[in-house]
């Protein structure tokens, strides 16, 4: 009798240990099962932010492709376009557009600063030329030899030189200063300010 006790009791702590092992590799089970979800969301989840990310990388670098090739057609047709301004009017050169242009330089030295215009009217007093690419006519040279003498408050006579090979225009030169209003100056500052509108292109390194 006492050995039937002694192997029931073991046969129960069997049962009781096999219980607890398959409640423990249950439990173990639940937990991996658990953990291998929370790794798979969390794998999901970054793949998800990675994909965004490329995405609005992709979408960041074709809108900088898109902006530079926008700007680089338009400093093209601009270039373009005072190509064939600079070309036309070139063409259209004659000694009456020039006397006009020689009007126009009298209007800029009215607008100096007080400054620049006691500058000019120092520098002056050495003498001066006026350098254009057409003869002007008598009158315009004396309209421009009597602007300049009002405007600089000087008794200047100024010398009249033409050089067919200047920019069309009127260049007034002293032994220290050189005011120009000629077309390819007049073009090369609209060319700046044309420019100066279009953004550089960010280059590959932005």
Same mark, same amino acid.
């Given at each position: ?18 219980? /607890?092992? =398959? $409640?423990?590799?249950?439990? &173990? @089970? !639940? *937990? %991996? +099962?658990? /953990?291998? =979800? $929370?790794?798979?969301?969390? &794998? @999901? !989840? *970054? %793949? +998800?932010? /990675? ?6 990388? &992709? ?5 900088? /492709? ?141």
């Amino acid at each position: 009798q006492a050995k039937a006790a002694e192997a029931e009791a073991l046969q129960r702590d069997y049962l009781v240990r096999q219980q /607890e092992l =398959a $409640a423990s590799q249950e439990s &173990w @089970l !639940t *937990q %991996a +099962r658990e /953990e291998v =979800a $929370a790794q798979r969301q969390t &794998w @999901l !989840t *970054q %793949a +998800r932010a /990675e994909t965004d990310e490329a995405r609005e990388r &992709w979408r960041a670098e074709l809108e900088r /492709e898109q902006r530079d090739y926008r700007q680089t057609l338009q400093r093209e047709a601009g270039q373009r376009l005072l190509a064939l301004a600079r070309r036309a009017l070139h063409d259209l050169a004659n000694a009456e557009l020039e006397a006009q242009m020689a009007s126009a330089l009298l209007a800029r030295l009215q607008i100096l600063d007080s400054e620049t215009r006691q500058t000019l009217a120092r520098s002056v007093q050495d003498g001066c030329t006026v350098v254009t690419s057409f003869p002007l006519p008598d009158s315009q040279r004396r309209t421009l030899a009597a602007g300049l003498r009002q405007i600089l408050a000087t008794d200047l006579v100024p010398d009249f030189r033409i050089d067919p090979a200047a920019s069309l225009g009127v260049t007034l030169e002293t032994s220290s200063q050189r005011l120009t209003w000629t077309l390819d100056s007049y073009l090369d500052g609209f060319a700046a300010e044309w420019q100066a509108l279009i953004p550089p292109a960010s280059g590959n390194g932005s």
